[in-house]
């Protein structure tokens, strides 16, 4: 396999009306890409559109270990989402494109990412003693959880689901405490893989983006949650609702409403857990604000 040189990698900040849009370019005239993120850190959601060629046999991105297809080559713009696992320490991570031409022949691009190193901040919690020292029937349902919660994530479709661009699934106070070192208790210690928005209870919780519902129920630690699937191995989490108004695969879109705010689960009072993961790395919820969707 013959790898294309670098030829160019710019970078250009973008100041959008609701986030910093960090765009870089690289390739050459044979196979070239566009990346959209906040920043090159931890924590932080990846999105590379694939350019040129415009015509291809198969297409794929290598990032962290794994390899992904960009998909239907007949698209306009084929593109795939990526994450920075929010505890790597700082280091060049690579992005590598291999496209195969309609020949038979292949090249290859590839990036280098140098990733930003990245403090989070800690916090002492205080809950109810079974979210610390479970009990043996309260394990026993935590085991159920983690394996519910894992079959949600991995049922996802590379088919993009989402129309536009990223909403906020609800109004209120948006914590800063993503990646946060938590110690309940004076115990457990954990990490917050979210962001909490603040509000009434019975706020209406919405959709960020149209998706399908993967898991629609009452967990022991997120309380009553909705995981929804978007495609191109996204997910976006909701936990803590008082309420649940969707069901499992059904189908939903932009805006409708999941549920309301609640305290349900390991809460302290009244708020959202949202959440995100790329394909199961967690990241930023708000690190999506900075990228554009069809």
């Given amino acids: 396999m013959k790898r294309i040189l670098l030829l160019s990698l710019l970078l250009t900040l973008l100041h959008a009306a609701t986030a910093e849009?960090?765009?870089?370019?690289?390739?050459?005239?044979?196979?070239?890409?566009?990346?959209?993120?906040?920043?090159?850190a931890p924590g932080e959601l990846l999105k590379i559109t694939?350019?040129?060629?415009?015509?291809?046999r198969k297409a794929v991105l290598s990032f962290c270990g794994e390899t992904w297809p960009f998909g239907n080559r007949k698209h306009p713009r084929p593109f795939?989402?990526?994450g920075i696992d929010p505890f790597d320490p700082p280091r060049t991570a690579e992005i590598l494109v291999t496209v195969e031409f309609q020949d038979g022949t292949r090249r290859s691009l590839s990036?280098?990412?140098?990733?930003?190193?990245?403090?989070f901040p800690k916090n002492a919690l205080s809950v109810h003693p079974k979210f610390v020292?479970?009990?043996r029937e309260d394990q026993e349902r935590i085991?159920?959880?983690?394996e519910s919660c894992r079959a949600a994530y991995r049922a996802c479709e590379e088919r993009w689901k989402g129309k536009g661009d990223f909403i906020l699934p609800a109004g209120g106070r948006i914590g800063k405490n993503f990646g946060e070192e938590r110690i309940f208790n004076d115990t457990l210690v954990s990490r917050h893989r979210g962001i909490d928005i603040g509000a009434k209870k019975g706020t209406p919780v919405k959709a960020a983006n149209g998706?399908?519902?993967?898991?629609?129920?009452?967990?022991?630690?997120?309380?009553?949650?909705?995981i929804l699937d978007h495609g191109k191995g996204l997910h976006t989490v909701y936990c803590h609702l008082s309420k649940i108004r969707v069901k499992g695969g059904a189908r939903v879109r932009k805006g409708q409403v999941?549920?309301?705010?609640?305290?349900?689960?390991?809460?302290?009072?009244p708020h959202l857990h949202w959440g995100m993961t790329i394909r199961e790395t967690a990241v930023n919820p708000l690190s999506v604000f900075s990228l554009s969707f069809p």
């Fill in 80 to 82: 795939l989402l990526a």
């Fill in 111 to 119: 990036v280098p990412l140098p990733v930003e190193e990245t403090t």
């Fill in 211 to 226: 998706g399908t519902v993967v898991l629609a129920e009452a967990l022991h630690y997120g309380g009553k949650t909705v």
């Fill in 143 to 146: 085991r159920r959880d983690v």
């Fill in 50 to 56: 694939l350019l040129k060629p415009l015509d291809f």
């Fill in 21 to 40: 849009c960090l765009q870089f370019t690289a390739g050459n005239d044979t196979v070239r890409v566009l990346g959209e993120c906040r920043s090159i």
């Fill in 133 to 135: 020292d479970p009990d």
């Fill in 258 to 269: 999941l549920g309301s705010v609640g305290d349900t689960g390991r809460a302290t009072g």
